[in-house]
């Protein structure tokens, strides 16, 4: 009965480009336009699978001077933190493989002091936040799109030194 | 008592006369016939002896052929009236004396006498001879001859005739006598068992009883049994009447209209509360005057299979406007179930009719609620997808101002992402058109649209999607209900399937296959998660069944199903739970046109 079946292909939705076009995008900016961060100071750490939300999101930051990087999973972003044991985690909640949750929690295991800070389109979030919740894990949520300078003043808020 | 030509007891009767005279006659024929014989046989010993007695006296006239003194012996005759002449011949035969009881005439011959017995004897008509030699010392010396009539027989007959008649009569009169009597005891009571049955089936009266006779025979036990029969007759004639009665009883204090009809579909019969609400007669309403109460409109659709159902004899169901005695109609459930007899024909219909206005009101009610729910929760299932683009957006265009010299690669970037959000707002939009009347629409398009708005939630859970869309199907439907029936389908086989699980979507043109061949599109959703429950797979449509406890309605299928069906469709549902191959298969077929007109 099953005769024309044919692998689906997602980016043949216009919704849904292939996230990693997004990232030459970036790239292709002109790299003396892009304002210098900083490489020093407490580091935060921004995962979104959509990477141009990850990127854009390091590059505001970096421009008020906070030490930024992008990552674009939450696997890549635990594996990361052994490493550089960021001091403030921004991590969006639904992503393939780890979800923000678990890799905050993930991360907290490896930086006990990190802070960590979910931001989510989604409302359907709820579920995974209580279940985190009533396991012990109390994350600080911000609600997508976010306006940079509440951002960045949340970020402010989170940083070690305050 | 009951005349009939010929009833029981003529014919007893007749039977004990017949019997009677019959075997009288028998018993009188054997006994006069054996008697006649004696009697002839006397007869001819009688003429015999007296022929000896003369011959023995005619020897000295012979000797002496003295004629004078022959005469004298013979007319010793006299005494003897049969014998109507007398003779005497010599021994060669001359004639010597004769007598003649009447006038004397010529002396007849003489017949030869047989040597040995020395006598002859000769019936003829109506007389009879007698010749006898006459022998003295060893020879010969003449012969007698005696004409004798039978007049002694006919005269014993004629008594015979009279005895007889006298002992018919008198016995037939006493077998007259004993028959009635034997008939009091036999006859009568099966007469009367005969008058009581007519009684009972001509007046429907078993009431009545037989007196059982004092006689303990077969008849009183026939009488005995019959008279058990209509007492049994009578308990169920009452039980029936009490069931009856009750039936009325129940049939009128029910919530439903309800009427029967006969095998032809002839209604005879509708309950106190049919004739409440539509206003009407059973003068109006019997056979198929029901039509007056039905929507003129309507009829063509109920007819023919209300026909179809008659000539099959099965189940009749259908929704039905009946119009109510305020001239206004609601919608009712109509059943009608065939009553068999024992052979299984059918012997009557039986049938309801049950306002489903309000229910049919309230679930297009819930139907409106679960459709603007089911919007809700996929605009939340969307915001996600608005929602991203936007924080890029916001964010690009953030750095757009604080970097003028890269502001038109960042509003480039946003202008993109701008025309994603776009695309979202397009396809989400077809789940509000929802217009009046079917309209045409392309659902290969539509298909691909709702799987679009669920393509982040299913990459999320990295499920592969295969896909085969069909090449432009277009059909004739309500547009945004058949994106709510893709979407609830395609929802449910996400929340099913595990983390890289597969989905097979697919459009392809095709007919129904049960009932009329009709074209249409046939959409199969196939999902490997973990199945559907044989349990569950019974009440997965009903209204308010869900298996997902905190986040269902379980209103989603419910509302495919509905829709499904408003477009004229079916819905197949096929599931296995096999450990490792489960599967879940919805197969839904739309005709080319929701609306025949």
Known sequence: ?162 | MTKFRNSLSKKLTAMNMLVSAGALLLASVAFFGYDLVTFRTNLVTNASIQAQIIGSNAVSPLLFNDSKSAETTLSGLRASQHITYAGIYSAHGDFLAGYWRDQPSQPPALPSVDPVTRETVNFADKEFILARSIPFQGKEVGYVFIRSDLGAINDRLRSYAVILFTILTASLVAALTLSRISQRSIARPILALADTAKVVSEHKDYSVRMPVPRDRDEVSVLVDEFNQMLTEIQNRDSALQQSEEQFRTLANSIAQMAWMGDSEGNLTWYNQRWYEYTGTTLEQMAGWGWQQVHDPQKLPEVLPKWRAALVKGEVFEMIIPLRGADGNFRQFLTRAVPIRDAQGKVARWFGTNTDITEQLRAEENLRQTEKLAATGRLAASIAHEINNPLEAVTNLIYLARRQPANAEKYLRLADEELDRIAQITKNTLGFYRDSASPTKMNLSEALQEVLALYSRKMEFKRIVLICDPGDDIEITGYPGEVRQVFANLIANAIDALPREGTLRVRASRGCCRDGVTERGVRITFLDNGSGISSADLKKIFAPFYTTKKNTGTGLGLWLVKGLVEKHRGTLHLRSSTEQGRSWTAFSVFLPEHALRN
């Not at chain 1, 292939?18 to 210098?36: C, I, M, Y």
């Not at chain 1, 389109?121 to 911000?142: C, D, K, M, P, Y």
Request: charged residues 20%; glycine residues 8%.
């Open chain 1, 1 to 162: 009965m099953i005769q024309s079946w044919q692998i689906f292909d997602y980016s043949s939705f216009p919704i849904f480009g292939d996230p990693d076009q997004t990232s030459k995008h970036l790239d292709a900016l002109d790299e003396t336009g892009r304002s210098s961060g900083v490489d020093h100071g407490p580091k935060i750490m921004v995962i979104d699978d959509e990477t141009l939300i990850a990127e854009t999101v390091v590059e505001i930051l970096k421009g008020e001077g906070f030490n930024a990087i992008s990552v674009s999973s939450g696997d890549l972003a635990v594996e990361l933190a052994k490493t550089m044991r960021p001091a403030v985690v921004l991590s969006d909640v639904m992503m393939p493989g780890l979800n923000g949750i678990e890799t905050g929690i993930r991360i907290r295991e490896i930086v006990p002091n990190c802070k960590i800070i979910l931001f989510s389109g989604q409302a359907a979030t709820g579920n995974l936040l209580e279940e985190a919740r009533n396991s012990g894990h109390v994350f600080e949520i911000l609600a997508k799109p976010i306006k940079p300078a509440n951002l960045v003043s949340a970020i402010r808020a989170s940083m070690p030194s305050h």
